[in-house]
Each structure stands twice: as structure tokens, then as C-alpha cells.
């Protein structure tokens, strides 16, 4: 396992409110990437980041933002909570050489 | 067009038997790998295996191999001598590419379920 946490893992907050989730990784990878899962929709690439202060915008990255200031920890904001933002929220981490992501636990977000 | 289809519906295997997951994908780079990852109902992703366009034989990895077959752009599951802890939602992604914008993109998952 890649050592990565996820908090918080359990949030209800109310629409139009900012929120933000961490990630938190202890191997030093290069690599990491903000997905949400929904039902029927497996998981969709929020936004990833290749390095320090190195981001980019994935598949679903309305609504959202990330920031990296350190490699061990990268940030995902909800600027303004919609209740589209509902999901199940997961950070995942890859070593430069190796094909595999590493999962964290997931965050469960609820916008009431 | 989706570039990962998973469209087998809920599946169901006996206890000890083999089982196949389909995937099937899409994409013009000569360059990409495929993943097939488990999510227990306890909810985290378990990567199983992996199949690099490049390589010549088909992955194993324990009861797990992935059947690759390239002209058919299909990379199915194969998951032999099945048990209960098999049951599961499992989810074929693939890459593209390499590099800093190589990126994972996920089918909808297929539902494992293995009866005693």
C-alpha cells in the first residue's frame, strides 16, 4: 500500500458552502489524481497533479479546484458545494515508473 | 465513444467455478495499458492486473488473468476457482500514453456476486 489517507472520510455540508478534502501520501510518489464515483458512472478523473505546483484538469473539473504545495498532500476544493457534488471522493497516487494507482479510502461528501 | 465498455450486468457465479468479465475498449494510441481493479462493498479499490499493449503474453497474477486479445480491442477477466470473497464490484480502466498526461479512464464496473 502507498500510505495514502483521505479526510475527512465522512462530510455532510449544505449547498453553497466551501469545502475541502485532503489527501495525504507517505511515498513520496510523483503522481496523484482526484476522482468521484457515482452510480452508473464508475470513476471520472476530477483533476490530477504531476508534481508540485504542476496541476491539470481531468474529465469533471467544473466546480472544482486542487492545489499541491508539497508532494506528500494534494487538495481538492469545492468552491461552492452543489448537491451534484454528492459523491464518493477518491484520491490515488502513482510512482513515475509504474503503471498502477494507488487508492486511498475515499471520502463520502454530502451536500444537503 | 466510451473508451472503456462494461456491459455485462449484474454476474453470478457458483463457488469454485471460473468466471469472465468482459471489457472491451477503444483508442488510436499504439501506446496504452489496461487495469482491472475490485471494490469490495467496504468500498476501496484493489488494483488486480495489468496488460501492457506491448506485451506479448497474457497477465497473470494468482486466480486472476487478464485475457488480451489486441485485434479485438478486449481485455476480459478471467477470475479462476471463485470464492465468496470474490463478490464485488469490479472495473476495467485504461491508459493512454505515458508520461505526466497519461491518465486513467474507468468502464461503469461489472457486480460480482458468488453463491455458496
Known amino acids: 500500500d502507498a500510505g495514502i489517507t483521505q479526510s475527512p472520510r465522512h462530510k455532510v455540508t449544505e449547498t453553497g458552502t466551501p469545502v475541502t478534502l485532503r489527501c495525504h501520501q507517505t511515498?513520496?510518489?510523483?503522481?496523484m489524481y482526484w476522482y468521484r464515483q457515482d452510480p452508473g458512472h464508475g470513476l471520472r478523473l476530477i483533476h490530477y497533479?504531476?508534481?508540485?505546483?504542476?496541476?491539470d484538469k481531468g474529465e469533471v473539473s467544473d466546480g472544482y479546484s486542487v492545489s499541491r504545495s508539497k508532494t506528500e498532500d494534494f487538495l481538492l476544493t469545492l468552491e461552492s458545494a452543489t448537491s451534484s457534488q454528492t459523491s464518493v471522493y477518491f484520491c490515488?497516487?502513482?510512482?513515475?515508473?509504474?503503471?498502477?494507482?494507488?487508492f486511498g479510502p475515499g471520502t463520502r461528501l454530502t451536500v444537503l | 465513444a466510451q473508451k472503456i465498455t462494461q456491459t455485462q450486468p449484474g454476474m453470478f457465479v457458483q463457488e469454485k467455478e471460473a468466471v469472465t468479465l468482459d471489457c472491451t475498449y477503444d483508442?488510436?494510441?499504439?501506446?496504452?495499458?489496461l487495469f482491472w481493479y475490485k471494490q469490495p462493498s467496504s468500498g476501496e479499490m484493489i488494483f488486480l492486473i495489468y496488460?501492457?499493449?506491448?506485451?506479448?503474453q497474457n497477465a497473470t497474477e494468482g486466480r486472476y488473468s487478464l485475457n488480451f486479445q489486441k485485434a479485438r480491442k478486449s481485455a476480459n477477466l478471467v477470475i479462476s476457482a471463485s470464492q465468496l470473497g470474490d463478490s464485488a464490484m469490479y472495473f476495467c480502466a485504461m491508459r493512454e500514453g505515458a508520461g505526466a498526461n497519461s491518465k486513467l479512464t474507468f468502464g461503469k464496473g461489472i457486480t460480482l456476486s458468488v453463491r455458496p
Open positions: 511515498e513520496n510518489h510523483r503522481y
Open positions: 496488460q501492457g499493449s506491448y506485451d506479448q
Open positions: 490515488a497516487t502513482q510512482r513515475e515508473t509504474y503503471n498502477e494507482q494507488f
Open positions: 497533479s504531476y508534481g508540485v505546483k504542476d496541476t
Open positions: 483508442t488510436s494510441d499504439p501506446s496504452y495499458g
